[in-house]
């Protein structure tokens, strides 16, 4: 049973930055992180991920709607993930979730699906005003 705990978020004003930071514990290998974001009366969306979780190299992929701002990474000492996001605008407010999926081979055509993931973060919250 995987645990993620999101910790980071707050309010900010657009321009502003903030990191969110994921801690995981109980994954197996090959485990996507991915950090999905829900606004309210809009669908979830795939927002960073980076594979594998405590691997030795990272890939990693990015939505359009946050790349040049967001930065995804990982502390493997700590078996941590963060989400750095600089430039922020009002469009990024939500609930950010930290997910995991195991045992899978990197596929950067499919990490946004959400109903693919097998554990969830209980989210933080980014609101992000103009």
């Known amino acids: 049973q995987v645990n993620l705990v999101e910790s980071g978020g707050g309010s900010v004003q657009a321009g502003g930055s903030l990191r969110l930071s994921c801690a995981a514990s109980?994954?197996?290998?090959?485990?996507?992180v991915t950090w999905f974001r829900q606004a309210p009366g809009k669908e979830r969306e795939g927002v960073a991920t980076i594979w594998p979780l405590g691997g030795d190299t990272d890939f990693t992929a990015l939505s359009d709607s946050v790349k040049g701002r967001f930065t995804i990474s990982q502390d493997k000492t700590k078996d941590m993930v963060y989400l750095q996001m600089n430039s922020l605008k009002p469009e990024d407010t939500g609930m950010y979730y930290c997910?995991?999926?195991?045992?899978?081979?990197?596929?950067?055509?499919?990490?946004?699906?959400?109903?693919?993931?097998?554990?969830w973060g209980q989210g933080t919250q980014v609101t992000v005003s103009s």
């Open positions: 997910a995991t999926k195991g045992n899978r081979r990197w596929d950067r055509s499919s990490w946004q699906n959400a109903h693919a993931y097998d554990s």
């Open positions: 109980g994954y197996t290998s090959r485990t996507y």
